[in-house]
């Protein structure tokens, strides 16, 4: 019996692909400029950068925070047997506990009063930013394999959800850009505007879509060892997991790193470095699909990412002209990469996971996925400090002009660090999806068997309804 006679796979029109994009786009002007302004709002406008030891405890301590709190949720929500589902009723209460720490970061102390009234505000607040928009993403992003079987369905919910954080990621540069040299009470307002409408976005998705229960009711879930276990040794896992390590590292050091480029080395606003990275990834997000029908999604990834790397490495040795900002945009294209297909990838290793396990474990995936790679993430912060601090960088602070006589070695740290350093990270990630097993006919082989899974479990669950109707 084919796969097709199984079951019917669900698939969704225009309108729901825009639902399931909203909450990407609220998060995405959140964390778009949460990424792009923290490290120069704390490094740069408060001035911590004049204690480089600040800057690494300070990072140390988040990077604890942030690998630990995504496990532990994974777990906990793939755990969850409710009635309402185990992902999105997370979701629904982890909004205003993400809007209010957001906002929050932004009231810091300024740094006359001390750095230590800094460094607390920032840590206690960025520790419950990152764990409220762990949360909710993770389990945002648990979402998308379990609501349908097929590739090709996911792909398109994935392209038109990663349009729209472009789109967010973009307004989290423009919003910042235009209140960043202003006064702290225009940014404030600004900040809370932004708090309050990213929440709402969220909560749309949370409102038009429905969990499948069979995944819920039907599958016992894994005790805690034996789910560890399962994930640890999983080989498509580590493989694409190391991969995006690196895919995450490139895009939180690139992004994080712009309003330095601009500033520093450009010496112009950075709307401009802005369109030249984001409008080639706009385009690309739409051409996935054909890459994916022609060499497939591992196939696929590698190339970009190639073609990502390649760009950054030599923009770190172009002239301070157009050429830099040639090598943005085709590095800006080079990203729709680890944009696109990594979701689509990790929902690969979930479908191979549950034919070993029987149960879907998403969460736990996208939780120890977290894990490893939240410390890419952290780098962002210390990176850029501790090598803007050993060259001698002169900070200016908030509504001031950037202090452009700085020394030599200033420039060139931020040439590395937004140039070689990630594009060396892009080609280390292509090399390691070399070594990816869910490809060709295995891959085929598992989609079948997962169809076919997911109709026993359906049958299950019209089962366990009739008997509990009709006790």
């Known amino acids: 019996m084919s796969a097709s006679e199984i079951k019917t796979v669900p698939t969704f029109g225009v309108k729901e692909r825009v639902y399931w994009a909203s909450a990407s786009l609220g998060g995405s002007i959140v964390q778009g400029i949460y990424m792009s302004m923290l490290s120069i709002f704390y490094t740069d406008y408060l001035g911590l950068s004049r204690d480089a030891s600040l800057i690494l405890i300070i990072t140390l301590i988040y990077t604890v925070v942030n690998m630990t709190n995504d496990p532990i949720f994974g777990f906990i929500s793939d755990r969850t047997r409710s009635e309402n589902g185990r992902r999105i009723p997370y979701m629904k209460f982890t909004v205003p506990f993400f ?7 932004w009231f810091s102390p300024d740094i006359n009063a001390g750095a230590l009234p800094v460094f607390l505000w920032m840590l206690i607040m960025t520790s419950l930013y990152d764990t409220s928009y762990t949360v909710i993403f993770m389990v945002y992003s648990a979402l998308l394999p379990e609501i349908t079987e097929s590739e090709t369905e996911r792909g398109k919910l994935n392209v038109w959800a990663m ?7 973009i307004l989290g540069f423009l919003i910042p850009d235009i209140f960043r040299n202003q006064s702290k009470p225009l940014l404030w307002i600004a900040m809370i505007i932004v708090g309050i409408i ?18 819920t009711v039907v599958d016992e879930p894994l005790p805690l060892i034996p789910a560890i276990k399962h994930t640890v040794v999983n080989k498509s896992f580590i493989t694409l997991v190391t991969a995006n390590f690196m895919g995450i590292f490139l ?8 309003f330095y480029l601009a500033d520093y080395i450009v010496q112009t606003s950075s709307i401009i470095p802005l369109i030249f990275l984001f409008i080639p990834l706009l385009i690309g997000i739409w051409l996935t699909p054909k890459m994916i029908e022609k060499m497939g999604v591992v196939r696929s990834d590698q190339i970009l990412l190639i073609i990502g790397g390649g760009a950054l490495i030599v923009l770190t040795f172009m002239p301070n002209n157009i050429l830099i900002y040639i090598c943005l945009a085709v590095a800006g294209f080079g ?31 996208f939780g120890v996925n977290a894990f490893i790679t939240k410390p890419a993430q952290s780098l962002v912060i210390i990176i850029p400090g501790l090598m803007l601090s050993a060259a001698g960088f002169i900070p200016h602070a908030l509504g001031t002009p950037p202090v452009l006589d700085q020394p030599l070695a200033v420039f060139t740290s ?13 080609l280390i990630a292509a090399l390691i999806l070399q070594f990816y097993p869910l490809k060709g006919e295995y891959w085929e082989e598992v989609q079948e068997k997962v169809l076919e899974l997911h109709a026993e479990k359906q049958k299950k669950y019209a089962e366990l309804k009739k008997t509990k109707q009709n006790p």
């Open 163 to 169: 349009f729209f954080n472009l789109i967010g990621q």
């Open 198 to 215: 990213g929440g709402i976005l969220i909560l749309i998705t949370t409102f038009k879509f429905k969990e499948r229960p069979e995944f």
């Open 251 to 258: 895009q939180s050091m690139v992004v994080g790193s712009l």
């Open 414 to 426: 931020i040439r590395l660090f937004i140039g070689l350093i990630p594009g060396i990270a892009l």
């Open 335 to 365: 990203f729709v990469g680890p944009l696109i297909f990594t979701n689509l990838l990790f929902a690969q290793v979930c479908d191979e996971d549950e034919l070993k396990t029987g149960v879907r474990r998403e969460a736990a995936f």
């Open 99 to 105: 809007t209010i720490s957001f906002i929050l970061i």
